[in-house]
């Protein structure tokens, strides 16, 4: 394979691999502290993205559309956690899929209502529509590499707050010993709807960068949540670490394995890599103690 | 963890062996009373559309004994599904053109023949499920839910890529499928044929749940630790449910292919595991009955709810969500209340 191809399917891994953490972190942690199980994580995925393209039509402008969408699904992901999620934290996993299964259908329709099942578009503004050299004789896409940024950025921004803020110190005590937290005077509740809307709002930003590359449409957050699923499988639930280890693990393999392998096999070879980690690590690579 | 067990899965050793087959036979008389039905109506669409509940309400029985009895809540089951169509699909193409299936490690041919393609469609399912199990079930939990979920897909994207037998357009089956030379697909040979099968499966799974082997399972389900402090080893048990439960769903994944003549992917998208599992909640958790009734009002009401407004899985999911809050019993719980009526009725 020549240099330059091997360079840009890199990049084009790690790009996948950033944006599959930004939908597996707020799973993850949600997962991690409330030990719920939330299907409907892919709905606020495409929530952002239709956000997004609907502000971009209204205000014209693509950064505002996104500094506005970004906080609007946070503010969707809270309120889903208070009027349905809420009262599941107590039932059982299968009543979690269950309702979480509702609210995608849910979901999906309404979109479907407000913006019909036609694939919305989503423009990039002029300045990030170019493509870049990024070593000499390799260019790559302006707007594929604004994504790896922005997503290495909020990997390292959330590393840095769950792990060296007191905030932070909350959440991770609530993922390892909710009671004892708990029993600290940490307000868990509050703590965790917290959580739920930031991972709400890394989903919506996850979804508004995918949105110019593939298509706004309904029934866009399915396959990428089940992705986010096998990341956080392989990470270990409840790990940030894990989670971007594993994003960034699965984004290459599937990259590279769709360019070197035939296609049944370079589909599935991620699922494959997933059974190979579970049959040697069944609580995933960095399992939270506790 | 919280661990708040429907409070049915106990009621089943408390109900008397009449009690259990009770229901189950007045369900198989009612499915046996379609056909003269829906002749006397003059409308053989309804024949069509309960050959499709009872091919789920297969699926959806036989996910019972995973997800109902012994609480491993899988989404891997419209993989099977799948699985088992593709089996039938694929050997009936091979039939058709005339084409080797493989020359090693011997020879294998293509056929139209549902006395061989059903019980390989059931093999094929059962050996990959017991590859999947194998590694789903060194999970627990939530852990669990994700893999299979993730296996759901990865058999999704393997039909999807799988270009030599229509990928993502769907495997039409072209030749006449049969039972050694006799004809059983016409609509209400095949019927009866389905429900054959269905009725015999209902049977086997209840004195299976009654059985060693099921009282294991279902205390595995209660509390894991206890049973393995008693010498019991947890993992092959689970996995021969897990086994049962994947080769009927790829019997049932074979007679849904026999039955629409083609098979998709779609057919084994992991929406439709999902709705195996609303299915199976819907007609009760802890029955072996429920889930046909579960898989009868399912498939009705999203043909109702379709017919009056194309934006119909609005109204579903909103089904789905009351269902989950508040009829924790399923349907089943309709029908212990009305034992519980009739039996103190005739104390009186």
């Not at chain 1, 559309?65 to 809270?78: E, M, R, S, Y």
């Not at chain 2, 229901?23 to 109506?41: E, G, K, S, T, Y």
């Not at chain 2, 084409?99 to 090693?104: A, D, F, N």
């Not at chain 2, 769903?249 to 595991?273: E, K, V, Y």
């Amino acid at each position: 394979m020549p240099y330059a191809l091997i360079v840009e399917q890199l990049l084009n891994g790690v790009q996948f691999g950033v944006m599959l953490f930004l939908m597996a972190a707020g799973l993850t942690l949600v997962f991690g502290i409330m030990n719920m199980i939330n299907l409907a994580h892919g709905a606020l995925y495409m929530a952002g993205a239709f956000l997004a393209a609907a502000l971009v039509h209204v205000t014209g402008n693509f950064f505002l559309a996104v500094i506005i969408a970004v906080p609007a699904t946070g503010v969707l992901g809270a309120l889903m956690e208070f009027v349905v999620l809420r009262r599941f934290y107590v039932r059982t996993h299968l009543d979690q899929v269950l309702v979480t299964f509702g609210l995608i259908l849910v979901l999906n329709e309404i979109t479907r209502l407000i913006w019909g099942p036609v694939p919305v578009p989503l423009p990039l503004p002029a300045i990030l529509a170019g493509s870049i050299e990024v070593f000499p004789g390799v260019s790559y896409p302006t707007f594929r590499l604004t994504i790896l940024a922005v997503g290495a950025v909020v990997a390292v921004a959330l590393y840095l707050v769950v792990v060296h803020t007191r905030a932070g110190m909350w959440v991770r005590a609530g993922a390892s010993n909710r009671t004892m937290a708990s029993s600290l005077g940490v307000n868990v509740d509050f703590v965790f709807s917290m959580v739920f809307a930031v991972g709400a709002a890394l989903a919506g930003l996850a979804g508004i960068m995918a949105g110019p590359i593939f298509a706004v449409q309904v029934g866009m957050g399915d396959p990428i949540l089940i992705l986010a699923f096998v990341v956080t499988v392989i990470g270990g639930i409840g790990s940030i670490r894990g989670a971007f280890i594993a994003a960034l693990m699965i984004g290459i393999v599937d990259t590279f394995g769709r360019v070197l392998l035939p296609p049944a096999l370079g589909s599935m070879v991620i699922f494959i890599l997933m059974a190979m980690i579970l049959a040697w690590r069944p609580q995933g690579l960095f399992p939270l103690q506790g | 963890m919280p661990l708040i067990r429907p409070a049915t899965v106990q009621q089943f050793r408390t109900a008397s062996f009449n009690e259990r087959m009770a229901p189950l036979i007045l369900l198989v008389v009612l499915l046996a009373l379609v056909p003269p039905l829906a002749q006397a109506l003059d409308d053989p669409f309804i024949i069509k559309l309960f050959t499709r509940v009872i091919v789920f309400a297969i699926a959806a029985v036989a996910l019972n004994l995973v997800v109902g009895f012994s609480d491993l809540i899988s989404l891997l089951q419209a993989g099977f599904i799948g699985i088992g169509g593709y089996t039938v699909a694929i050997l009936a193409n091979h039939d058709v053109n005339a084409e080797v299936l493989t020359t090693w490690p011997f020879v294998l041919v293509g056929t139209s023949n549902l006395a061989i393609a059903l019980p390989l469609g059931a093999l094929v399912a059962a050996v990959i499920a017991a590859v999947t199990g194998l590694i789903c079930l060194r999970t627990s939990g939530a852990y669990f839910i994700m893999a299979t979920l993730a296996f759901n897909q990865m058999l999704y994207y393997f039909f999807v890529a799988l270009q030599r037998y229509g990928g993502e357009d769907g495997l039409q089956i072209l030749g006449n499928l049969h039972v050694f030379g006799f004809n059983v697909t016409k609509r209400v040979p095949f019927y009866y044929v389905c429900l054959g099968m269905l009725a015999v499966i209902l049977v086997v799974l209840d004195r299976l749940i009654d059985s060693r082997f099921g009282v294991v399972i279902r205390a595995l389900a209660q509390n894991e630790r206890r049973v393995v402090a008693l010498g019991i080893p947890p993992l092959r048990y689970k996995l021969v449910a897990f086994v049962i439960s994947g080769a009927l769903g790829g019997l049932s994944g074979a007679l849904l292919a026999a039955s629409q003549q083609f098979i998709s992917p779609a057919d084994m998208a992991w929406t439709r595991s999902g709705e195996l599992v609303v299915m199976v909640v819907l007609g009760g958790l802890a029955t072996v009955w429920g889930p046909v009734a579960g898989a009868a009002v399912f498939l009705v009401l999203e043909l109702v709810l379709s017919s009056y407004s194309i934006h119909w899985q609005l109204v579903f999911g909103l089904v789905i969500i009351v269902m989950t809050l508040y009829l924790r019993g399923g349907l089943a719980d309709l029908w212990s209340l009305v034992v519980r009526v009739y039996k103190s009725e005739s104390a009186r």
